[in-house]
């Protein structure tokens, strides 16, 4: 048996099974989540005890993902060899279902309130970039594109910065998938 390599500081779910690196499956986390149905879920854990990690492991599982030029990610690989799998009901009926919008305020702990809303806006800006396909999409008006494209490039004012979240998930809702 080879000794599978320790994922030290990798948040990113999909690197560590492509890389094979050691993880312990916490699949089951998603047929809890579904069943329990929370309006809201809360995960405390003291740090470095990978709450990202799993943040990112739901995310792949959920989320109905696309490339930047609009064609569809299939991540059902990256659950394969997961306990999650043997759940195959729920599997068909949420995996690869949804959009999702991720947002880690772990950048924002800064020494000033101005760096912190710096950063705070890197991260808006990532996720609308993840979901770019939207700008090639026809559900968005030519006004919306322009809004889309501020944000997007972190020239959004401050205001437009305030809603740019509740604006996504309304643009996200809209699509419809492609």
């Not at 030290?8 to 890389?19: A, H, Q, R």
């Not at 329990?36 to 405390?44: A, D, M, Y």
């Not at 990610?73 to 599997?91: R, S, V």
């Not at 949420?94 to 912190?116: D, H, M, N, R």
């Amino acid at each position: 048996m080879t000794k599978q390599p320790l994922a030290i500081g990798i948040e990113n779910y999909k690197e560590i099974i492509e890389k094979n690196y050691y993880y312990i499956d916490k699949s089951c986390m998603i047929k809890d989540l579904i069943e329990e149905q929370g309006k809201v879920n809360l995960f405390t854990r003291p740090r470095r005890f990978g709450k990202t990690l799993a943040l990112s492991m739901i995310r792949t599982f959920f989320e109905k993902e696309y490339d930047i030029t609009g064609n569809l990610i299939d991540n059902t690989e990256y659950f394969a060899k997961m306990k999650i799998w043997q759940e195959k009901e729920i599997c068909e009926k949420y995996q690869g279902k949804y959009p999702v919008i991720t947002l880690s305020l772990k950048s924002a702990k800064q020494p000033t309130f101005e760096l912190a809303y710096q950063m705070i806006v890197e991260q808006i800006a990532s996720e609308f970039k993840r979901h770019r396909y939207l700008l090639k999409s026809d559900v968005l008006l030519e006004d919306e594109k322009e809004r889309y494209q501020a944000l997007m490039t972190r020239k959004g004012s401050q205001a437009e910065m305030t809603m740019a979240l509740k604006f996504l998930s309304d643009c996200l809702k809209e699509i419809q998938f492609i």
